[in-house]
């Protein structure tokens, strides 16, 4: 007779997210289904995936009973700017009067001054602060994140912010997957000459390759910031050093950074709210990921949202990703993200559970590993308090988690009230 580590019974609709490669265009409209199901974990392992009725004659250390709830793998954020010091609540205010985002960096600020309160801040301070922000994406039910530098903008903070996720690696339960982002602004002491500021952040990829600091590159194209020909050489670069890459391309103004993606065969290209009927046309034919990031749209207070429905119906791979940082998408919570991806995006239940699981691991090169619930992979599961999928990102800006499993431990527990806390 088996024997389980935990056995997970009375499940109402289990989303394995079964299927190999990431979902295409199609595939993305059906999500096969179980009812009725339970899932059986050994060593931290999913070991095995049946029926509630097969898994009556099984024993476990432990029995969960999902009491008709859904369950599904760990969500996947695979666009973060984890690591930064302060906050920019004061360009609320600003936007409110209707200074642009990219006005607000010419002027010094936004990015900017974000990398002048990372630069300022200890490692330690840096890794109490990602590790809340960390804390609370796992409450929310991720249990994989991307994490970006990019608040340095020199040698010594950027680093300082690789080596926080570095240790965030070794110390948190969720896995991350790091990202060198240096060429995310022009900092004011190379405003004059962005080209040689480039040459330092290629020059720094030798370390951060001897040190294993990150696995993927990624640049801000945009205007005023860097152009299509900067972002061409500085990937190039990366690549030849054997990094992966990725792009945030189109976000605010169309510059063709969704067919520089394709050209250098990035992993993904991230923002693509401008994305051209071409760019869009050889996303399709790519196996270059759609990462779409409507919180930011959202939040910049934009008209204009990423072209999810042309992009799906063209067969390209859409996921979705929080893009949590202090300016543009401050929230951990990729629950949020899925309501704005059926509001904004249209995009259906079923695309976006493939958005948030599979999809968004093949975008941060995870697609074996995470995103799918399936025999001898990690155990990285939510159990939701919903009846349905459909039903999560239907009932929006609220926490539907009620347990998350991290290689089969509970992680996540959901809370209610300590009923001996004394108020008086
Ligand atoms: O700090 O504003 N778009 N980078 C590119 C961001 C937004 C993050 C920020
Ligand atoms: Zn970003």
Redesign the pocket.
């Known amino acids: 007779m088996s024997h389980f580590d935990t056995l997970i019974t009375n499940i109402g609709q289990l989303l394995t997210m079964e299927g190999s490669g990431p979902a295409k265009g199609e595939q993305m409209k059906k999500l096969p289904v179980l009812e009725n199901a339970a899932i059986g974990l050994k060593d931290g392992k999913i070991a095995f995936i049946g029926t509630n009725e097969e898994a009556k004659g099984f024993r476990a250390d432990q029995v969960i009973d999902a009491n008709g709830k859904l369950v599904t793998p760990g969500l996947v954020d695979p666009h973060t ?1 984890l690591v ?1 010091g302060g906050s ?1 609540e004061h360009e609320l205010a600003l936007k409110q009067q209707g200074v642009p ?1 990219l006005e607000i ?1 010419k002027r010094g600020g ?2 900017l001054s ?1 990398v002048r309160a990372t630069r300022a801040a200890s490692e330690e301070e840096l890794f109490e602060k990602a590790k809340f922000h960390l804390d609370r994406m796992l409450s929310y039910g991720v249990t994989t994140v991307e994490a970006k530098s ?2 340095g903008l020199n040698e010594e903070t950027e680093l300082k912010q690789l080596r926080v996720v570095q240790r965030l690696q070794q110390e948190h339960p969720i896995d991350l997957v790091s990202t060198f ?1 240096g060429a ?2 022009i900092p004011p002491e190379h405003k004059d000459n962005p080209d040689e500021f480039l040459e330092r952040m290629a020059a720094l990829l030798h370390t951060i390759q001897k040190e294993e600091l990150a696995e993927f590159v990624d640049i ?1 194209c ?1 205007t005023g ?1 860097f152009t299509v020909e900067q972002s061409r050489a500085f990937l190039q670069a990366a690549k030849s050093l054997g990094f992966a890459v990725k792009i ?1 391309a189109d ?2 103004e169309p510059l063709g950074g969704t067919e520089l993606a394709v050209e250098l065969g990035a992993v993904s290209g991230d ?1 693509l709210v401008g994305a051209s009927d071409v760019g869009i046309a050889q996303l399709a034919k790519s196996n270059t990921i759609a990462v779409l990031l409507p919180g ?1 749209s959202f939040y910049l207070a934009k008209e204009k949202y990423a072209r999810a429905r042309e992009m799906i119906e063209a067969g390209a791979s859409v996921a979705l990703a929080t ?1 949590f ?5 401050p929230t951990e919570n990729l629950q949020l993200i899925m309501s704005l991806a059926a509001l904004k995006l249209n995009m259906t239940p079923e695309e976006i559970w493939h958005a948030v699981t599979v999809n968004a691991a093949y975008a941060i090169n995870r697609g074996e590993e995470a995103g799918r619930i399936a025999i001898g992979r990690k155990a990285d599961i939510v159990i939701w308090d919903a009846p349905n999928y459909a039903y999560v990102p239907y009932h929006y800006g609220v926490n539907h988690v009620h347990m998350v499993l991290k290689e089969g431990k509970v992680v996540v527990k959901k809370g209610g009230y300590d009923v001996n806390v004394s108020l008086s």
């Open positions: 700017h930064f920019r985002y960096l936004g990015i974000t990019g608040y982002l995310h602004a801000f945009e910031v945030h976000e605010i923002h930011t893009d940082n202090p300016g543009s998408s």
